[in-house]
Nanobody
Framework: QVQLVESGGGLVHSGDSLRLSCVGS????????MGWFRQAPGKEREFVAA????????SYADSVQDRFTISGDNAKNTVYLQMNSLKPEDTAVYYC???????????????????WGQGTQVTVSS
């Protein structure tokens, strides 16, 4: 079993930065891929970014490309989401998630993720 705990959310102004963290426990993550998703009120949960646990591959939603960076620290079982140039439309609850058996076609689809954190709120004011 895997437990994921996000932190780092908060209330910021447009143009500010935040770094979200997701700490995993319970099992080694060396064979997992990790993703960040977000869900705004009244909307479906959407893909933000993903990373293979060896760091060899990252991918991003078009809406965050060049503003957000996903990274991981194997030794700390932690994945990060650095968010720069935040916009009001980035306001959402952000979730991290883990896939046990990774394939690139799975990374943007919530149905393939096996474990989820509880989420952390990010609010960007204009």
């Amino acid at each position: 079993q895997v437990q994921l705990v996000e932190s780092g959310g908060g209330l910021v102004h447009s143009g500010d930065s935040l770094r979200l963290s997701c700490v995993g426990s319970g099992r080694t993550f060396s064979y997992y891929a990790m993703g960040w998703f977000r869900q705004a009120p009244g909307k479906e949960r959407e893909f933000v970014a993903a990373i293979t646990w060896n760091g060899g591959r990252t991918s991003y939603a078009d809406s965050v490309q060049d503003r957000f960076t996903i990274s991981g620290d194997n030794a700390k079982n932690t994945v990060y989401l650095q968010m720069n140039s935040l916009k009001p439309e980035d306001t959402a609850v952000y979730y991290c998630a883990a896939i046990r058996y990774y394939d690139s076609y799975k990374e943007r689809d919530t149905r393939f993720y096996d474990y989820w954190g509880q989420g952390t709120q990010v609010t960007v004011s204009s």
